[in-house]
C-alpha cells in the first residue's frame, strides 16, 4: 500500500513539474513575441575596415525586430566567417535588445599564382582570400609552383616567409619568390637575385644556418649569389665577383 501510495505521489510530482516547465515556455513565448522584451532593436559591428558592415549584418541572419533567444552565438559566427576574409567572429548578445558583431579581418601573407599565371592573395594560414588587384596592392612575395597543393609543402614554405617578418638579414619585404616543388623542395629568390635552396624539412634550423651566413659575408664585404642549406651539413655558398670602381686597371 505504501509502495503505491510512493508512486503515485512521484507520478504528481512528474505531472507538476511539466506544468511547470510548459508554464515557464508559455511565459517566456508570450514575453518574446507580444511583449517584445529580447527583440533586437541595435547590431553593432566592430573589428571591420575592408568589409562592408551591411556584408556582416548580412551574413549573420541577425536583424532588428527578430529575438535574441531565437539565434545561437556560435552558428551565426560560423555563418560569418563563410566570408574568407573573416578569420574569427564573435557575437555576444546583450540583453535585452542588443546584439555585439566582433571580428577580425585576414591580412593578406603573399600572392600565389593560380590558373593561367592569375594572382591571388592567401593568407598566414594558408587560406585563399581574392584575386589580386591594385586597390589592396600587389607587393607581397609571390608563390610558384606544384607543390603548393601539397599541404605540408606549402606551410613550410610559409614557415619561410614568416620567419623573414621578424628577421634583420633577410627581410620580407626582401623576398621576390618562393618557388615550391614536390621533387626540389623549396627555392626562394630575393629582389636581388639571390637564390636560396632549402629543399624541405627542417626549415627553422635551416633558416637559422642562411642568418648565420649573411651575417658571416657581411662582415666579409662579400655579397652571395647563391646559398644551399638543403643538408645537415654546412651550407653552400657563392658569391658575386665584386664590381670594379671607374678607372680601376687589372692587376
Known sequence: MEENTGFAWKKIIIAVSIVVVLAAIAVACYATLYLGMFTVEEIVVTGNNRIDTKEIKKRS????????IF??????????????????AEVVKEFP????INIEEAEVFCIVLGEEGKPLYMSREGQMLDTGNFDVGLDFPVLIGEGIKDPEL??????ILELSKNSSTLKWKDISEVHVDSLYGINVFTNDKLRIEFDRNGIAEKWDKVERILRY?????????YINVSSDSKGVVNFRQPVKSAGAQDG
Open 217 to 225: 659575408s657581411d662582415t666579409l664585404g662579400l655579397t652571395e649569389s
Open 154 to 159: 606549402l606551410n613550410e614554405a610559409l614557415d
Open 97 to 100: 535588445k542588443k546584439v555585439h
Open 61 to 68: 541572419g541577425i536583424r532588428e525586430g527578430i529575438s535574441s
Open 71 to 88: 539565434f545561437f552565438e556560435n552558428e551565426v559566427e560560423e555563418d560569418i566567417k563563410k566570408n574568407r576574409w573573416i578569420s574569427k
